[in-house]
């Protein structure tokens, strides 16, 4: 299949520019929706200055944003159109390097470019923004220790995964996607269960729960659910930031279920069990299931996309190179993929939504009671500034999990509805 070099530079350039402009429109949306008063059902959780506090990081976090979409968006078009990858080729070919052994070189350097770049952008969000708002509690040195362990972590472990890669794309014939597509099933499988045990504590602290009654209070919910659970572990998150969170991670023995730190010291036990069981539901409900074969399937039409792409001379005309290589063709594809990407991604957020609602009535449901998980919710809302009062088009485009208010008053309607159903059975 052959497309032209002024095709693929026009799909390419509409997408750049026009994602600069839907994401920077829905922040705006985004800002114009904080005029509206603060919901009745979080006047026990923020006074007017909380509140306000509130509106004030979400604007600063906005702003911010837009100015780093627009160093972002401008860096990328001036190396495109100043020939900065063919610059970039023309230095590693220089070394005879194999081609396998050349791409790692060629992604590596501009990875590692991208990273500094951006690097100035996040050691100011979080000692400017996130210390400003309370929040940061991450020294420089462990800020430049977690950046030296995710450059190791990403050379081993991406480094093997695009070797491989690149060798089949190579030398695999026509079927070489199949290969690729079976190998990242493989590593993505292997990785859920050494990320929980061997990739996670290189980073943070992870403390078997102690014996007491929240330990035995979410033992005791686990059993009633028929929820196989020895693992519940408190993270450490208080050493780099005051924000709560708890998560579920892993698969078969290595799965475990994890609190900050921060959580535990904000919510009372019931709280505590609501929270865990909802993180329980996403699994009983399969949803994480669904997450992972989705996300397999996704990239095997990725793969079978690039088998189809990856020589395309217009693609490498496009970008002014005067060779075509396996591992430029996977970066320039990589932009040319952005529209069915940021398509796919709107799908995915929408069913995680629905996710998100699931597990909480499932939650609730196995409880008999929303009330604690409501309360939560709010304590949760109220810890982390969360916006309580976001515009439709940035969640549409944004949010993983529904906004906060919604998700309340779903719970809320949950027993409600239940109620009215008893009354109408009574005068039955």
């Given at each position: 299949?052959?497309?032209?070099?002024?095709?693929?530079t026009?799909?390419?350039?509409?997408?750049?520019?026009?994602?600069?402009?839907?994401?920077?429109?829905?922040?705006?949306?985004?800002?114009?929706n904080?005029?509206?008063?603060?919901?009745?059902e979080?006047?026990?959780h923020?006074?007017p200055?909380?509140?306000?506090?509130s509106?004030?990081?979400?604007?600063?976090n906005?702003?911010?944003?837009f100015?780093?979409?627009?160093?972002?968006?401008?860096?990328?078009?001036?190396?495109w159109?100043?020939?900065?990858f063919?610059?970039?080729?023309?230095?590693i070919r220089?070394f005879?390097?194999?081609s396998?052994?050349?791409?790692?070189?060629?992604?590596g350097?501009?990875?590692?470019?991208?990273?500094?770049?951006s690097?100035p952008?996040?050691?100011?969000?979080?000692?400017v923004?996130?210390?400003k708002?309370?929040?940061?509690?991450t020294?420089?040195m462990?800020?430049?220790?977690?950046?030296?362990?995710?450059?190791a972590l990403?050379a081993?472990?991406?480094?093997l995964l695009?070797?491989?890669?690149?060798?089949?794309?190579?030398?695999?014939g026509?079927?070489?996607?199949?290969m690729c597509?079976?190998?990242?099933?493989?590593?993505?499988i292997?990785?859920?269960?050494?990320?929980?045990?061997w990739i996670?504590?290189?980073?943070?602290?992870?403390?078997?729960?102690?014996?007491g009654?929240?330990?035995?209070?979410?033992?005791?919910?686990?059993?009633?659910?028929d929820f196989?659970?020895?693992?519940?572990?408190?993270?450490?998150?208080?050493?780099r930031?005051s924000?709560?969170n708890?998560?579920?991670t892993?698969?078969?023995?290595?799965?475990?279920i994890?609190?900050f730190?921060?959580?535990?010291?904000?919510?009372?036990?019931?709280?505590?069990?609501?929270?865990?069981?909802?993180?329980?539901?996403?699994?009983?409900?399969k949803?994480?299931?669904?997450r992972?074969?989705s996300?397999?399937?996704?990239?095997g039409?990725?793969f079978?996309?690039?088998?189809?792409?990856?020589?395309?001379?217009?693609?490498?005309?496009?970008?002014?190179?005067?060779?075509v290589?396996i591992?430029?063709g996977?970066?320039?594809?990589?932009?040319?993929?952005s529209?069915?990407?940021?398509?796919?991604s709107?799908?995915f957020?929408?069913?995680?939504?629905?996710?998100?609602y699931d597990a909480?009535?499932?939650a609730?449901k196995?409880?008999?009671?929303?009330?604690?998980?409501?309360?939560?919710?709010?304590?949760l809302?109220?810890?982390?500034?969360?916006?309580?009062?976001?515009?439709?088009?940035?969640?549409f485009?944004?949010y993983?999990?529904?906004?906060?208010?919604?998700?309340?008053?779903?719970?809320?309607?949950l027993?409600?509805?239940?109620?009215?159903a008893?009354?109408?059975f009574c005068?039955?």
């Amino acid at each position: 299949m052959h497309f032209s070099q002024q095709f693929i530079t026009l799909v390419i350039l509409t997408t750049l520019i026009g994602s600069y402009f839907i994401d920077n429109i829905a922040g705006f949306l985004n800002l114009g929706n904080l005029n509206q008063p603060l919901p009745k059902e979080f006047k026990d959780h923020y006074n007017p200055q909380k509140y306000a506090e509130s509106q004030s990081y979400l604007k600063a976090n906005t702003k911010f944003g837009f100015i780093t979409s627009s160093f972002d968006l401008a860096v990328i078009l001036v190396f495109w159109f100043s020939g900065g990858f063919q610059l970039i080729d023309s230095y590693i070919r220089s070394f005879n390097f194999n081609s396998i052994v050349s791409g790692l070189f060629f992604i590596g350097i501009l990875l590692v470019s991208k990273l500094f770049i951006s690097l100035p952008f996040s050691v100011y969000s979080t000692f400017v923004i996130e210390e400003k708002f309370g929040f940061n509690k991450t020294t420089p040195m462990l800020f430049f220790t977690d950046l030296i362990k995710s450059i190791a972590l990403s050379a081993v472990l991406g480094g093997l995964l695009l070797s491989i890669i690149l060798g089949f794309l190579e030398f695999g014939g026509r079927f070489a996607w199949i290969m690729c597509w079976g190998v990242s099933t493989i590593f993505l499988i292997v990785v859920q269960y050494i990320v929980p045990t061997w990739i996670m504590p290189l980073f943070n602290k992870f403390t078997p729960l102690d014996e007491g009654p929240l330990k035995e209070a979410i033992l005791n919910y686990a059993k009633s659910i028929d929820f196989k659970l020895s693992n519940i572990f408190v993270m450490d998150g208080s050493k780099r930031s005051s924000k709560s969170n708890a998560f579920f991670t892993g698969f078969g023995k290595n799965r475990r279920i994890v609190l900050f730190d921060t959580l535990i010291k904000e919510q009372t036990i019931e709280e505590l069990v609501l929270i865990l069981a909802h993180e329980m539901g996403h699994f009983k409900k399969k949803h994480i299931i669904k997450r992972m074969v989705s996300g397999i399937f996704q990239m095997g039409f990725i793969f079978f996309l690039i088998s189809i792409f990856i020589s395309n001379e217009g693609l490498f005309h496009a970008f002014f190179m005067k060779e075509v290589s396996i591992y430029a063709g996977l970066i320039f594809f990589g932009m040319l993929y952005s529209p069915i990407d940021l398509f796919l991604s709107i799908i995915f957020q929408i069913s995680s939504r629905k996710d998100e609602y699931d597990a909480d009535r499932f939650a609730a449901k196995t409880v008999k009671d929303s009330r604690p998980l409501i309360s939560a919710l709010k304590k949760l809302a109220a810890h982390n500034l969360s916006n309580l009062t976001p515009h439709p088009f940035y969640v549409f485009l944004n949010y993983s999990h529904p906004p906060v208010l919604e998700r309340i008053n779903a719970l809320k309607s949950l027993f409600s509805h239940a109620s009215v159903a008893a009354i109408i059975f009574c005068f039955i």
